[in-house]
Protein backbone atom coordinates (compact mmCIF):
# COMPACT_ATOMS: atom_id res chain seq x y z
CA UNK A 1 0.00 0.00 0.00
CA UNK A 2 1.27 3.50 -1.24
CA UNK A 3 1.64 5.92 1.95
CA UNK A 4 1.71 9.29 1.57
CA UNK A 5 4.90 11.05 3.01
CA UNK A 6 2.74 14.23 3.56
CA UNK A 7 0.28 12.83 5.66
CA UNK A 8 2.26 11.18 7.77
CA UNK A 9 4.55 14.29 8.00
CA UNK A 10 1.17 16.47 9.07
CA UNK A 11 0.17 13.08 11.37
CA UNK A 12 3.44 14.18 13.48
CA UNK A 13 2.54 17.52 13.92
CA UNK A 14 -0.97 17.57 14.79
CA UNK A 15 -1.30 14.28 16.61
CA UNK A 16 0.34 15.86 19.79
CA UNK A 17 -1.38 18.96 19.03
CA UNK A 18 -4.87 16.98 19.38
CA UNK A 19 -3.80 14.77 22.10
CA UNK A 20 -3.02 18.18 24.39
CA UNK A 21 -6.22 19.54 23.47
CA UNK A 22 -8.24 16.47 24.39
CA UNK A 23 -6.75 16.61 28.00
CA UNK A 24 -7.60 20.70 27.95
CA UNK A 25 -11.13 19.48 27.26
CA UNK A 26 -11.35 17.00 29.71
CA UNK A 27 -9.99 19.21 32.73
CA UNK A 28 -12.14 22.33 32.27
CA UNK A 29 -15.20 20.19 31.38
CA UNK A 30 -17.23 20.93 34.42
CA UNK A 31 -17.46 24.01 34.76
CA UNK A 32 -17.57 25.29 30.61
CA UNK A 33 -17.77 23.46 27.48
CA UNK A 34 -15.87 19.81 27.20
CA UNK A 35 -15.90 16.72 29.02
CA UNK A 36 -14.62 13.18 29.26
CA UNK A 37 -16.81 12.61 26.44
CA UNK A 38 -15.68 15.12 23.84
CA UNK A 39 -11.76 14.59 24.98
CA UNK A 40 -11.86 11.32 24.61
CA UNK A 41 -13.24 11.57 20.71
CA UNK A 42 -10.80 14.05 20.38
CA UNK A 43 -8.15 11.62 21.31
CA UNK A 44 -9.60 9.05 19.87
CA UNK A 45 -9.13 10.67 16.44
CA UNK A 46 -5.83 11.60 16.90
CA UNK A 47 -5.09 7.70 17.36
CA UNK A 48 -6.97 7.47 14.15
CA UNK A 49 -4.82 10.00 12.28
CA UNK A 50 -1.76 8.07 13.03
CA UNK A 51 -3.03 4.68 12.42
CA UNK A 52 -4.75 6.36 9.11
CA UNK A 53 -1.18 7.70 8.31
CA UNK A 54 1.21 4.92 9.02
CA UNK A 55 -0.63 1.46 9.89
CA UNK A 56 -2.91 0.57 11.89
CA UNK A 57 -0.12 -2.31 13.41
CA UNK A 58 1.78 0.85 14.08
CA UNK A 59 -0.98 2.40 16.04
CA UNK A 60 -1.20 -1.10 18.02
CA UNK A 61 2.98 -0.54 18.71
CA UNK A 62 2.14 3.25 19.91
CA UNK A 63 -0.29 2.21 23.17
CA UNK A 64 1.47 0.89 25.89
CA UNK A 65 -1.53 -0.90 26.95
CA UNK A 66 -4.45 -2.91 24.89
CA UNK A 67 -7.91 -0.71 24.62
CA UNK A 68 -9.88 -3.12 26.77
CA UNK A 69 -7.68 -2.60 29.63
CA UNK A 70 -7.97 0.52 29.34
CA UNK A 71 -11.66 0.59 29.22
CA UNK A 72 -10.98 -1.11 32.62
CA UNK A 73 -9.07 1.17 34.20
CA UNK A 74 -11.67 4.43 33.25
CA UNK A 75 -14.53 2.14 34.59
CA UNK A 76 -12.39 1.55 37.52
CA UNK A 77 -11.57 5.34 38.01
CA UNK A 78 -15.23 6.31 37.66
CA UNK A 79 -16.36 3.69 40.51
CA UNK A 80 -13.45 5.21 43.47
CA UNK A 81 -14.36 8.45 42.47
CA UNK A 82 -17.92 7.14 43.48
CA UNK A 83 -16.58 5.23 46.07
CA UNK A 84 -14.22 8.03 47.95
CA UNK A 85 -17.34 9.73 49.34
CA UNK A 86 -18.45 6.75 51.29
CA UNK A 87 -15.57 6.71 52.91
CA UNK A 88 -16.26 10.69 54.26
CA UNK A 89 -19.40 9.01 55.16
CA UNK A 90 -21.76 10.81 52.60
CA UNK A 91 -24.05 9.30 50.18
CA UNK A 92 -22.67 7.30 46.80
CA UNK A 93 -21.15 9.43 44.03
CA UNK A 94 -21.44 12.84 46.37
CA UNK A 95 -19.41 15.46 44.44
CA UNK A 96 -16.20 16.36 47.00
CA UNK A 97 -13.92 19.30 45.88
CA UNK A 98 -10.42 19.95 47.44
CA UNK A 99 -10.38 23.07 48.52
CA UNK A 100 -7.89 25.08 47.15
CA UNK A 101 -7.14 24.98 43.31
CA UNK A 102 -3.83 23.03 42.00
CA UNK A 103 -2.17 25.35 39.58
CA UNK A 104 -2.23 24.79 35.98
CA UNK A 105 -5.36 22.02 36.48
CA UNK A 106 -7.97 24.08 38.51
CA UNK A 107 -9.94 22.90 41.03
CA UNK A 108 -10.25 19.13 41.95
CA UNK A 109 -12.08 16.52 42.95
CA UNK A 110 -14.04 13.25 42.59
CA UNK A 111 -16.17 14.24 39.50
CA UNK A 112 -13.02 15.16 37.68
CA UNK A 113 -12.28 11.74 38.78
CA UNK A 114 -15.24 10.49 37.24
CA UNK A 115 -14.73 12.42 33.90
CA UNK A 116 -11.07 11.00 33.83
CA UNK A 117 -12.85 7.70 34.06
CA UNK A 118 -15.29 8.95 31.21
CA UNK A 119 -12.64 9.50 28.92
CA UNK A 120 -10.33 6.70 28.99
CA UNK A 121 -13.54 4.46 28.78
CA UNK A 122 -14.30 6.23 25.30
CA UNK A 123 -11.00 6.36 23.99
CA UNK A 124 -10.81 1.95 24.93
CA UNK A 125 -14.02 1.47 23.08
CA UNK A 126 -13.78 3.72 20.62
CA UNK A 127 -10.21 2.67 19.74
CA UNK A 128 -10.98 -0.80 20.03
CA UNK A 129 -14.10 -1.02 17.46
CA UNK A 130 -11.65 1.34 15.14
CA UNK A 131 -8.83 -0.90 15.00
CA UNK A 132 -10.31 -3.96 14.84
CA UNK A 133 -12.37 -2.30 11.71
CA UNK A 134 -9.24 -1.34 10.10
CA UNK A 135 -7.22 -4.69 10.57
CA UNK A 136 -10.01 -6.37 8.67
CA UNK B 1 -25.97 49.58 10.14
CA UNK B 2 -23.65 46.68 11.63
CA UNK B 3 -26.64 44.40 11.75
CA UNK B 4 -26.49 44.90 7.79
CA UNK B 5 -23.01 43.73 7.68
CA UNK B 6 -24.07 40.97 10.24
CA UNK B 7 -27.01 39.63 7.65
CA UNK B 8 -24.54 40.23 4.50
CA UNK B 9 -22.10 38.04 6.15
CA UNK B 10 -24.67 35.04 7.23
CA UNK B 11 -26.70 35.31 3.92
CA UNK B 12 -23.34 34.69 1.62
CA UNK B 13 -22.30 31.65 4.18
CA UNK B 14 -25.64 30.56 3.73
CA UNK B 15 -25.29 30.68 -0.10
CA UNK B 16 -21.79 29.19 0.23
CA UNK B 17 -23.42 26.18 1.90
CA UNK B 18 -26.38 26.16 -0.69
CA UNK B 19 -24.16 25.96 -4.10
CA UNK B 20 -21.47 23.31 -1.77
CA UNK B 21 -24.63 21.25 -1.27
CA UNK B 22 -25.73 21.53 -5.24
CA UNK B 23 -22.19 20.19 -5.50
CA UNK B 24 -22.51 17.22 -3.13
CA UNK B 25 -26.31 15.76 -4.44
CA UNK B 26 -25.22 16.68 -8.22
CA UNK B 27 -21.69 15.97 -8.37
CA UNK B 28 -21.11 13.46 -11.24
CA UNK B 29 -17.83 11.74 -9.74
CA UNK B 30 -16.96 10.57 -6.09
CA UNK B 31 -14.34 12.97 -5.36
CA UNK B 32 -16.77 15.98 -6.24
CA UNK B 33 -18.83 15.08 -3.49
CA UNK B 34 -15.74 14.66 -1.18
CA UNK B 35 -14.55 18.12 -1.73
CA UNK B 36 -18.20 19.53 -1.41
CA UNK B 37 -18.01 17.41 2.12
CA UNK B 38 -15.56 19.35 2.94
CA UNK B 39 -16.45 22.25 1.99
CA UNK B 40 -19.33 22.27 3.88
CA UNK B 41 -17.62 21.57 7.28
CA UNK B 42 -15.21 24.63 6.36
CA UNK B 43 -18.36 26.78 5.96
CA UNK B 44 -20.05 25.67 9.15
CA UNK B 45 -17.02 26.50 10.66
CA UNK B 46 -17.26 29.59 9.42
CA UNK B 47 -20.75 30.65 10.93
CA UNK B 48 -20.30 28.88 14.32
CA UNK B 49 -17.28 31.78 14.63
CA UNK B 50 -19.22 34.38 12.68
CA UNK B 51 -22.69 33.59 15.57
CA UNK B 52 -19.58 33.04 18.58
CA UNK B 53 -18.72 36.48 17.56
CA UNK B 54 -22.05 38.17 17.16
CA UNK B 55 -24.01 37.07 19.89
CA UNK B 56 -20.68 36.59 21.77
CA UNK B 57 -20.44 33.87 23.27
CA UNK B 58 -17.21 32.51 23.09
CA UNK B 59 -17.41 29.02 24.13
CA UNK B 60 -18.98 28.49 20.41
CA UNK B 61 -15.09 29.27 19.48
CA UNK B 62 -14.48 25.41 20.41
CA UNK B 63 -16.72 23.93 18.71
CA UNK B 64 -14.81 25.39 15.24
CA UNK B 65 -11.34 24.52 16.93
CA UNK B 66 -12.66 21.11 17.57
CA UNK B 67 -14.32 20.83 13.91
CA UNK B 68 -11.16 22.62 12.40
CA UNK B 69 -8.94 19.77 13.95
CA UNK B 70 -11.06 16.88 13.43
CA UNK B 71 -12.72 17.68 9.77
CA UNK B 72 -10.14 17.42 7.61
CA UNK B 73 -9.60 13.49 8.84
CA UNK B 74 -12.96 12.83 7.32
CA UNK B 75 -11.70 13.63 4.09
CA UNK B 76 -8.54 12.04 4.49
CA UNK B 77 -10.58 9.23 5.46
CA UNK B 78 -12.53 9.26 2.22
CA UNK B 79 -9.45 9.90 0.24
CA UNK B 80 -8.10 6.49 1.58
CA UNK B 81 -11.50 4.81 0.50
CA UNK B 82 -11.28 6.19 -2.90
CA UNK B 83 -7.37 5.34 -3.26
CA UNK B 84 -8.34 1.55 -1.88
CA UNK B 85 -11.31 1.30 -4.29
CA UNK B 86 -9.73 2.63 -7.67
Known sequence: MHRSILLSAAARYLMPLMLVFSVFLLIRGHNEVGGGFVGGLVATSALMLYAIALSPAALRKLLPVEPHLLVSAGLISALVSGLIPMLAGKPFMTGLWLKYPIPVIGKVGTPLLFDTGVYLVVIGVVTWILLTLAEE | ?86
Open chain 2, 1 to 86: MSELIWNLILLILSAGLVFAFIRLARGPYLPDRVIALDLISILAMGFILVYAVRFNQPSFLDVAIILAIISFLGTVAFAYYIERRW
